[in-house]
């Protein structure tokens, strides 16, 4: 029997080649988009799953006061985890990781000379007991012992491969920040799915004085506490007695109401409020998006396929009537249809998972990931395989097989069968009307998303950033314990002479920086309780010049190697409370053990990306604090004058090695993830939209088949194609338009909620809507219209003559 079934499945499939490739068309799109989306969100949601003791780990975070509302950052002050070890003897182990991402690392050499390696990914400092906490498998060597002395090192086989040509690098030396190390230990490589993408462990206990200096008062992102809770401990009984801790080491003087909180592993990527090692994060609701497409997509498959099956009904009437009349049950038929429909299914999931492993490589170049299809070990892959078969099996073939087989013989064998009575009219106009709820819902959504990415594009951040270089000034300088000679202030002048250069700055980091350096201040004669959170940017005297920062009171401040006075913005005088710019001026201000007079307030400009609202900003001098040297060149000799820069600047720093990049590429690198979204939305709404079309289509069909003869009556009394038309697809505009008012609001809600996490933001306007419910009609009637004139042109006599 089931040979019988495979065989006239076979055999149908093929007489009917057009509507059988539509169906597959429609739903291999759906589940390779499907496919795709299963794959990202299992990657995304996989980070550091592999950890055996992932459900006794935590971080150590701290949360505060700030200007406008709580604060929260990963890092804690490098003491605490001392303390926190005597203070908390539920925890097992207690680690601290001191990350330092984008670091040149230095091969010695015998002959005197080094090679030199720009990481991006950098080094960590770190504890032996980090690899009782975390699995992070030793190849060479040993963990216990790898990090327990100053000056030591472990390196993963990946590094050790490119540095040495060899796995085993024990004791190979390397050196990072004038400092040499020497291998202990080889690790294995770290995986994708980690946010501890760590190459190259220096052993903490060489800079530990030096940073536990800073007390409890310094607080750096990168620097944070993990600790692992001892088996049948609850981690509630740690959160009680933390007010008791914080009033022990902060103080009853706590004015921002500093605390410390526990977060779990499983969250650390799904948590925005933090930020991880691998600077990304994936929250929930994105997760949750990504899963809601995927099921949306292979909805819209199925109802394509429903509708070009019943759409295709009308043609085996006479055959469903023949089988019952020759004894055949409604579930032999129903089996035999449901058959039709998983071998289409079988052959979309086989077509889908080719066209997957072939998208793979342009995707996870676009994305940045190594997403595979792994059949030999991914269960989770083979669950989705199977049960995508399965429900788009039933979903897509249930409905039309019961239509189909729920055939009179009599009225079948006569060709009686009506579209209203035998074919689920209405559910399938409904169906309709939900697929392009959903095709229009990617619609609007996209339109904002792109529209957002596009107001990021063209609002004006405050200050001048087209046309200017930034190069990494590697080392600190303190004149005023040397000979009073500034490498980098010489640099920057021999620079500052060169042909195109029209101005140099030394600075921190230019106005807009994903690094931001923040401290709290208060108005001379006020107490602790009135500190206010700044950020602070180090600048010298050509600063405002060369970035365009207008004052908008009092003056600019000079080219000093110390603070002489202070110049803010706009932000910090309305914090400070004074409604005047000018009445800040003269005013002294303290913080870092110094209390300094205003002399200048410049116009607000943004410092981070614009999801943030301005916060309050000082600059300063502080030479001590320059980290990168800015260019404002003229844009006709920017090769030029990168060309006559390195030189000089490998001149001045011969040990490290010359880079530069553009401000404005640093400043689109804040919205990559939403560029790469939208253009991931796009693509998805696009299929979205090409399958709906196949959906409509196939109702076209369907009314070509109903209507043949109604056409041709038409036309005999004088009807033209345009109206035949017109009267044709006027039934589809309205359920495009049902579609709308469902799918109008629920994307208004959505894409709302969306934009609420950006402090600057777009607003949805009717235009919006108008515009998505413009592009669906025109689609629509495209395709609804291309079937209704080939129904229309057709000669009148075979109209009538149609059976």
């Given at each position: 029997?089931?040979?019988?079934?495979?065989?006239?499945?076979?055999?149908?499939?093929?007489?009917?080649?057009?509507?059988?490739?539509?169906?597959?068309?429609?739903?291999?799109?759906?589940?390779?988009?499907?496919?795709?989306?299963?794959?990202?969100?299992?990657?995304?949601?996989?980070?550091?799953?592999?950890?055996?003791?992932?459900?006794?780990?935590?971080?150590?975070?701290?949360?505060?006061?700030?200007?406008?509302?709580?604060?929260?950052?990963?890092?804690?002050?490098?003491?605490?985890?001392?303390?926190?070890?005597?203070?908390?003897?539920?925890?097992?182990?207690?680690?601290?990781?001191?990350?330092?991402?984008?670091?040149?690392?230095?091969?010695?050499?015998?002959?005197?000379?080094?090679?030199?390696?720009?990481?991006?990914?950098?080094?960590?400092?770190?504890?032996?007991?980090?690899?009782?906490?975390?699995?992070?498998?030793?190849?060479?060597?040993?963990?216990?012992?790898?990090?327990?002395?100053?000056?030591?090192?472990?390196?993963?086989?990946?590094?050790?491969?490119?540095?040495?040509?060899?796995?085993?690098?024990?004791?190979?030396?390397?050196?990072?920040?004038?400092?040499?190390?020497?291998?202990?230990?080889?690790?294995?490589?770290?995986?994708?799915?980690?946010?501890?993408?760590?190459?190259?462990?220096?052993?903490?206990?060489?800079?530990?004085?030096?940073?536990?200096?800073?007390?409890?008062?310094?607080?750096?992102?990168?620097?944070?506490?993990?600790?692992?809770?001892?088996?049948?401990?609850?981690?509630?009984?740690?959160?009680?007695?933390?007010?008791?801790?914080?009033?022990?080491?902060?103080?009853?003087?706590?004015?921002?109401?500093?605390?410390?909180?526990?977060?779990?592993?499983?969250?650390?990527?799904?948590?925005?409020?933090?930020?991880?090692?691998?600077?990304?994060?994936?929250?929930?609701?994105?997760?949750?998006?990504?899963?809601?497409?995927?099921?949306?997509?292979?909805?819209?498959?199925?109802?394509?396929?429903?509708?070009?099956?019943?759409?295709?009904?009308?043609?085996?009437?006479?055959?469903?009537?023949?089988?019952?009349?020759?004894?055949?049950?409604?579930?032999?038929?129903?089996?035999?249809?449901?058959?039709?429909?998983?071998?289409?299914?079988?052959?979309?999931?086989?077509?889908?998972?080719?066209?997957?492993?072939?998208?793979?490589?342009?995707?996870?170049?676009?994305?940045?990931?190594?997403?595979?299809?792994?059949?030999?070990?991914?269960?989770?892959?083979?669950?989705?395989?199977?049960?995508?078969?399965?429900?788009?099996?039933?979903?897509?073939?249930?409905?039309?097989?019961?239509?189909?087989?729920?055939?009179?013989?009599?009225?079948?064998?006569?060709?009686?069968?009506?579209?209203?009575?035998?074919?689920?009219?209405?559910?399938?106009?409904?169906?309709?009307?939900?697929?392009?709820?959903?095709?229009?819902?990617?619609?609007?959504?996209?339109?904002?998303l792109i529209t957002q990415m596009n107001y990021f594009q063209k609002k004006s951040l405050g200050f001048r950033q087209d046309a200017v270089i930034t190069i990494p000034i590697p080392e600190t300088e303190n004149p005023a314990a040397g000979d009073g000679v500034s490498k980098m202030r010489t640099l920057r002048e021999e620079i500052s002479k060169l042909a195109g250069v029209e101005t140099a700055s030394l600075s921190s980091t230019p106005p807009s920086s994903g690094s931001v350096n923040g401290t709290s201040f208060r108005l001379e004669g006020e107490g602790e309780d009135k500190r206010k959170d700044t950020a602070i940017k180090q600048i010298d005297g050509n600063y405002l010049d060369l970035y365009g920062l207008e004052l908008v009171a009092g003056t600019g401040i000079g080219d000093y190697d110390t603070a002489h006075n202070f110049i803010v913005n706009e932000q910090l005088v309305k914090v400070a409370g004074f409604d005047d710019p000018k009445d800040i001026i003269g005013k002294r201000i303290r913080f870092w053990g110094r209390t300094l007079p205003v002399v200048g307030v410049v116009k607000n400009f943004h410092t981070v990306s614009l999801r943030d609202p301005i916060g309050p900003v000082v600059l300063m001098n502080r030479i001590r604090g320059y980290q990168t040297l800015s260019l404002k060149v003229n844009p006709a000799q920017v090769q030029e004058v990168i060309g006559q820069v390195k030189p000089k600047w490998e001149a001045a720093y011969p040990e490290y090695i010359f880079d530069y990049s553009f401000l404005d590429e640093q400043i689109r690198e804040f919205y990559e993830g939403e560029q790469r979204m939208s253009i991931l939305l796009s693509v998805f709404t696009s299929m979205a939209i090409f399958i709906g079309c196949l959906g409509l289509f196939g109702l076209a069909t369907f009314m070509a088949n109903q209507k043949t003869k109604e056409i041709g009556v038409r036309k005999v009394l004088g009807a033209s194609v345009e109206g035949i038309i017109l009267r044709f697809s006027a039934e589809y505009v309205k359920l495009i338009v049902i579609g709308f008012v469902v799918a109008a609001p629920l994307a208004w809600f959505v894409m709302n909620e969306w934009l609420n996490g950006f402090a600057y933001k777009i607003t949805i306007g009717a235009g919006v809507f108008f515009v998505g419910l413009g592009i669906t009609l025109f689609i629509a009637v495209l395709t609804v219209g291309y079937k209704s004139f080939k129904a229309a042109v057709v000669n009148p006599v075979n109209s009538l003559r149609y059976e």
């Open positions: 029997m089931l040979k019988n079934y495979l065989i006239t499945a076979w055999r149908k499939l093929s007489r009917e080649k057009g509507s059988t490739l539509l169906n597959i068309s429609g739903l291999t799109l759906g589940i390779t988009c499907s496919l795709i989306l299963f794959l990202l969100v299992k990657h995304l949601s996989s980070f550091d799953n592999y950890h055996t003791k992932r459900d006794r780990i935590y971080r150590v975070t701290t949360e505060s006061d700030g200007n406008d509302g709580k604060f929260h950052t990963p890092g804690v002050p490098t003491v605490l985890p001392d303390a926190f070890q005597g203070d908390f003897p539920e925890a097992e182990e207690v680690t601290l990781t001191s990350y330092r991402a984008n670091s040149m690392i230095t091969l010695p050499q015998a002959n005197g000379e080094s090679k030199k390696y720009n990481e991006e990914r950098g080094v960590v400092f770190a504890q032996p007991n980090f690899f009782k906490i975390f699995d992070r498998p030793i190849i060479i060597g040993s963990a216990e012992k790898g990090l327990d002395d100053p000056n030591e090192a472990i390196i993963s086989k990946r590094l050790a491969l490119k540095y040495f040509g060899k796995e085993d690098a024990v004791g190979e030396v390397v050196k990072f920040d004038t400092m040499e190390y020497k291998i202990t230990a080889v690790m294995a490589d770290y995986p994708d799915n980690t946010d501890f993408p760590f190459d190259l462990m220096l052993s903490y206990i060489t800079i530990k004085k030096a940073r536990d200096e800073n007390g409890w008062g310094s607080i750096w992102s990168d620097e944070q506490c993990y600790f692992l809770l001892k088996e049948g401990e609850s981690i509630a009984t740690l959160e009680k007695r933390m007010p008791a801790f914080v009033e022990k080491y902060i103080g009853k003087e706590n004015y921002a109401h500093q605390t410390f909180t526990f977060q779990p592993l499983a969250t650390l990527h799904s948590d925005d409020r933090y930020s991880t090692y691998t600077y990304n994060t994936a929250p929930k609701e994105m997760l949750i998006t990504l899963g809601v497409i995927a099921a949306f997509l292979i909805v819209t498959a199925c109802i394509n396929f429903i509708n070009l099956a019943t759409a295709e009904a009308i043609k085996r009437s006479k055959e469903v009537g023949i089988r019952k009349t020759l004894g055949s049950s409604r579930g032999q038929l129903v089996r035999q249809f449901l058959g039709e429909t998983t071998l289409v299914t079988v052959v979309a999931m086989l077509v889908s998972l080719g066209i997957t492993q072939l998208l793979l490589g342009f995707l996870n170049s676009f994305l940045e990931l190594n997403l595979a299809l792994d059949f030999s070990s991914d269960r989770l892959l083979w669950a989705f395989i199977i049960s995508v078969t399965a429900v788009v099996s039933l979903l897509s073939g249930l409905y039309p097989s019961f239509v189909i087989s729920g055939f009179k013989p009599v009225l079948a064998l006569k060709n009686k069968i009506s579209s209203r009575s035998t074919s689920g009219y209405n559910l399938r106009r409904g169906l309709v009307v939900l697929q392009f709820v959903i095709s229009q819902f990617f619609i609007i959504g996209t339109i904002v």
